[in-house]
């Protein structure tokens, strides 16, 4: 595996990457993934919307022989209309495929299958009922976001989970609009709402709740509530300080991150040998001197 050159620093842990990926929301991914695979449900990931491929480097974990795992996202190509368009200008800029390749490929060795576009291609690419888990994280405009959930319907096998992002932030009025007409007039089922996502099926969500609780229940590092809205059980969770995402291995480049941050923060006196082979292996001799010197001094 070779990267494109010009990563000027990979990221060595998952929280290196840029994105927005709650740990409470890595947690409740690492649930519902987990517990369709002890089951034995079986079927293919899809996430629309990938930013820099936080979420999606974590859903790459679960995928299993003969699933397939597939993201789409605009990434620097052209919207499909002008608010779209704009929306992107104004949020994702920096957004590259190149940037989500080289980020995903730090923590495993193959590619999903990438679609390049807009979200509305992907009923067209991805088989109905194909489907266990489909995360929706791209436009926040009200139109794309009701296609979006008819696509993740259409997509998902019986009983699989969808997760919507922003359903409930100040400056995603359109996502909430779609989220809670999906939920009072389409037949979607909500499971739980985290501070951000809300997890659903079009399945009976009794059974998967009930297990969810008694998880939750069974933690004290989760606040829960549990409310009756328009004939459905709404379970609130919410994260208190000090929850722990679930432990993700490091990626390839983890050593180089090594090399130099525990020089910077460690107590006086550790850490000066991985400074010195830092400098004599980037620094011209005379300022090499100067560094191990000062570091002999220290």
């Given at each position: 595996m070779t990267l494109v050159p010009g990563t000027i620093r990979p990221p060595g842990r998952l929280d290196d990457v840029p994105g927005w990926f709650p740990v409470l929301d890595q947690v409740l991914f690492e649930w519902f993934l987990a517990r369709q695979e002890a089951t034995g449900t079986r079927g293919d990931l899809l996430e629309v919307g990938v930013y820099m491929?936080?979420?999606?480097?974590?859903?790459?974990?679960?995928?299993r022989d003969g699933e397939n795992f597939t993201v789409c996202d605009l990434f620097e190509g052209d919207a499909s209309d002008d608010a779209n368009q704009a929306e992107a200008t104004k949020s994702y800029s920096a957004l590259t495929q190149r940037v989500f390749e080289e980020n995903y490929l730090a923590f495993h060795d193959t590619l999903p299958r990438v679609l390049k576009g807009p979200s509305s291609i992907v009923p067209a690419e991805v088989a109905p009922a194909s489907c266990r888990?489909?995360?929706?994280?791209?436009?926040?405009?009200?139109?794309?976001?009701r296609d979006d959930i008819g696509a993740a319907r259409e997509a998902l096998l019986p009983g699989g989970i969808v997760v919507l992002d922003d359903f409930r932030s100040e400056h995603t009025p359109g996502v909430s609009v779609a989220v809670?007409?999906?939920?009072?007039?389409?037949?979607?089922?909500?499971?739980?709402?985290?501070?951000?996502?809300?997890?659903?099926?079009?399945?009976?969500?009794?059974?998967?709740?009930?297990?969810?609780?008694a998880m939750v229940r069974g933690r004290e590092d989760c606040n829960l509530s549990i409310q009756q809205a328009a004939g459905h059980r709404i379970?609130?969770?919410?994260?208190?300080?000090g929850m722990q995402a679930p432990p993700f291995p490091p990626s390839r480049f983890a050593h180089r991150a090594e090399e130099v941050a525990p020089a910077k923060a460690s107590p006086r006196g550790r850490g000066t040998t991985r400074a010195r082979r830092f400098a004599a292996d980037?620094?011209?001799?005379?300022?090499?001197?100067?560094?191990?010197?000062?570091?002999?001094?220290?």
């Amino acid at each position: 595996m070779t990267l494109v050159p010009g990563t000027i620093r990979p990221p060595g842990r998952l929280d290196d990457v840029p994105g927005w990926f709650p740990v409470l929301d890595q947690v409740l991914f690492e649930w519902f993934l987990a517990r369709q695979e002890a089951t034995g449900t079986r079927g293919d990931l899809l996430e629309v919307g990938v930013y820099m491929g936080k979420s999606a480097i974590f859903l790459g974990r679960h995928g299993r022989d003969g699933e397939n795992f597939t993201v789409c996202d605009l990434f620097e190509g052209d919207a499909s209309d002008d608010a779209n368009q704009a929306e992107a200008t104004k949020s994702y800029s920096a957004l590259t495929q190149r940037v989500f390749e080289e980020n995903y490929l730090a923590f495993h060795d193959t590619l999903p299958r990438v679609l390049k576009g807009p979200s509305s291609i992907v009923p067209a690419e991805v088989a109905p009922a194909s489907c266990r888990f489909v995360h929706i994280d791209a436009s926040h405009l009200y139109e794309h976001v009701r296609d979006d959930i008819g696509a993740a319907r259409e997509a998902l096998l019986p009983g699989g989970i969808v997760v919507l992002d922003d359903f409930r932030s100040e400056h995603t009025p359109g996502v909430s609009v779609a989220v809670w007409e999906a939920v009072l007039t389409r037949g979607l089922r909500p499971i739980c709402l985290s501070t951000q996502k809300l997890y659903g099926t079009w399945e009976d969500p009794g059974p998967v709740q009930d297990e969810l609780l008694a998880m939750v229940r069974g933690r004290e590092d989760c606040n829960l509530s549990i409310q009756q809205a328009a004939g459905h059980r709404i379970v609130r969770l919410k994260s208190k300080k000090g929850m722990q995402a679930p432990p993700f291995p490091p990626s390839r480049f983890a050593h180089r991150a090594e090399e130099v941050a525990p020089a910077k923060a460690s107590p006086r006196g550790r850490g000066t040998t991985r400074a010195r082979r830092f400098a004599a292996d980037l620094l011209p001799p005379i300022l090499t001197r100067a560094i191990r010197n000062g570091l002999s001094r220290s």
